[in-house]
T-cell receptor, first 117, second 111 residues
């Protein structure tokens, strides 16, 4: 069962709000990811967690704050966002953050549609 | 530099066969992935190639030639539900093993 679940599916927030996106996987994967996707563009990597430690931050603005409470959970805390941050936010997981085996496929959740007003 | 190219849009007929090409230039090739993404949904994994040759999975097949920096995704017996974007992505050692994405090919299936 390759399932990554994300909540909420849709979120509308004001520029002064604080909100969080949540992600959960029960596949025993040790790598978890946040991606951002704008319309008609490919996913853009934001953060990678490997064994619950932040291993990659793709120079993401500090108004996005990731958190990995345990190996199954990944959060993205949002504060003081801008309208241009409106996008589909995708959580994903894989067995490892590195490696070339076919078992290291990245599986995506259904995404959270974020609108900043 | 790193670059992945795929056609922006393709049109095919229901029941037919279509081939979506992907060419890439990366410094540390470590596998190539194809994902399908329907409008408004998340990408779903279709196939993975790390060695040269053809991988077949039902109606979908994916081919890789590492020497040519080339892959294709072959879709047979097209169905209307195959209308989607198809994303080619290469895992690259020089990018911390993260995926380098093509811009995606929008496939339109006509009756």
């Amino acid at each position: 069962d390759t399932e990554v679940t994300q909540t909420p599916k849709h979120l509308v927030m004001g520029m002064t709000n604080k909100k969080s996106l949540k992600c959960e996987q029960h596949m025993g994967h040790r790598a978890m990811y946040w991606y951002k996707q704008k319309a008609k563009k490919p996913p853009e990597l934001m953060f990678v967690y490997s064994y619950e430690k932040l291993s990659i931050n793709e120079s993401v603005p500090s108004r996005f704050s990731p958190e990995c409470p345990n190996s199954s959970l990944l959060n993205l805390h949002l504060h003081a966002l801008q309208p241009e941050d409106s996008a589909l936010y995708l959580c994903a997981s894989s067995q490892e953050a590195r490696g070339s085996s076919s078992g290291n496929t990245i599986y995506f959740g259904e995404g959270s549609w974020l609108t900043v007003v | 530099g790193q670059n992945i190219d795929q056609p922006t849009e393709m049109t095919a007929t229901e029941g037919a066969i279509v081939q979506i090409n992907c060419t890439y230039q990366t410094s540390g090739f470590n596998g190539l992935f194809w994902y399908q993404q329907h409008a408004g949904e998340a990408p779903t994994f279709l196939s993975y190639n790390v060695l040269d040759g053809l991988e077949e999975k039902g109606r979908f097949s994916s081919f890789l030639s590492r020497s040519k920096g080339y892959s294709y995704l072959l879709l047979k017996e097209l169905q209307m539900k195959d209308s989607a974007s198809y994303l080619c992505a290469v895992r690259d050692r020089s990018s911390n093993y993260q995926l380098i994405w093509g811009a995606g090919t929008k496939l339109i299936i006509k009756p």
